[in-house]
């Protein structure tokens, strides 16, 4: 495969990976079909791990975080933001035409229907909130796929782990052991993971929500610890406590998604009235 531009898209739309993701993790599918995950993934979605797995290094997740982590780019609402979201919605996702709200309605409305908090509630609704990151330039590898360690050696339960031998991280000695430039157990706030969607928007609402939030937001799409239990060298036991409420979380952000669309007019009341409970009328991004 050649070499392409880190910048320009590779996927159709940023739910490309979204939906595949679901398919990888479907309830239904077989145990082989898990086991021969990649031999039917699309084209543009193989090209994305790729430079996902190439581009992000420590020394890259680094310079994201103090690029972005000072919250200088915008201050806004948080429906405000869900309505900018919006636009990244286009018409060549072949699997939904729901926008953006809807998605997020989607699985808060789940949430809610399943008689879980408030707070929990609101997750549901913003967890994606971060992918406005695209809107703001930043490649698609930068702002979704699965979340992974830098600075230690990449596990194989990582999706497409062959496409980082070309990560220039894979020939650093010191960033190669079992736990690279961490301490065993030393929990995940010390660990650097890739940049993405989720670790920026925890840094954006970490001050609002009750520190379960948090940790669905910041590790939704850890997939390599919450789903397939790699990385549990580096995690201390309040990690592994509230990893429960990330995978509590999991099957609304994978299995909520239909085709059934959730009216954003009439639920904007209660969700507005939800968010002021939590949030400011504006919050720096």
């Known amino acids: 495969m050649g070499t392409a531009d880190p910048v ?46 190439t581009n992000q290094t420590l020394a890259f997740a680094r310079q994201k975080r103090a690029q972005w982590l000072g919250r200088h780019y915008a201050e806004a609402g948080i429906w405000e933001m869900m309505e900018l979201l919006n636009t990244l919605v286009d018409d060549s ?8 709200i809807e998605h997020n309605l989607q ?28 809107l703001w330039k930043e490649p698609q590898w930068a702002v979704v796929g699965d979340t992974f360690p830098l600075g230690c050696a990449f596990s194989d339960k990582i999706v497409f782990h062959e496409f980082f031998a070309a990560n220039p991280d894979a020939h650093v000695a010191e960033y190669q052991t079992l736990c ?43 997939y390599p610890a919450h789903r397939e239990q790699a990385y549990q060298h580096l995690m201390n036991d309040h990690d592994r406590d509230m ?43």
């Not at 706030?189 to 009750?210: A, F, I, N, Q």
């Open 180 to 222: 690279g430039i961490y301490e065993e157990s030393c929990g995940l706030d010390k660990v650097c993971l890739s940049w993405g969607h989720d670790e920026y928007l925890y840094h954006v609402t970490r001050g609002y929500l009750p520190e379960e939030a948090q940790y669905m937001i910041r590790y939704h799409s850890f």
């Open 93 to 100: 996702d072949p699997d939904t035409d729901l926008s953006q």
């Open 107 to 134: 699985a808060a409305e789940a949430i809610r229907a399943a008689g879980h908090p408030r707070w929990f509630q609101l997750t549901g609704l913003i967890h994606d909130l971060g992918k406005v990151l695209w």
């Open 243 to 285: 990893f429960q409420w990330v995978r509590r979380f999991n099957p609304f952000d994978l299995y909520s998604k239909s085709h059934s669309k959730p009216d954003p007019v009439e639920l904007a009341p209660y969700y507005r009235e939800l968010i002021a409970e939590f949030f400011p009328d504006k919050i720096r991004w």
């Open 8 to 53: 320009s898209p590779t996927l159709q739309s940023i739910d490309q990976w979204d939906d595949d993701v679901r398919q990888r993790y479907d309830p239904n599918r077989k145990e082989e079909e898990f086991r021969q995950y990649g031999d039917g993934v699309r084209p543009a979605v193989r090209e994305f791990y790729r430079l996902n797995h």
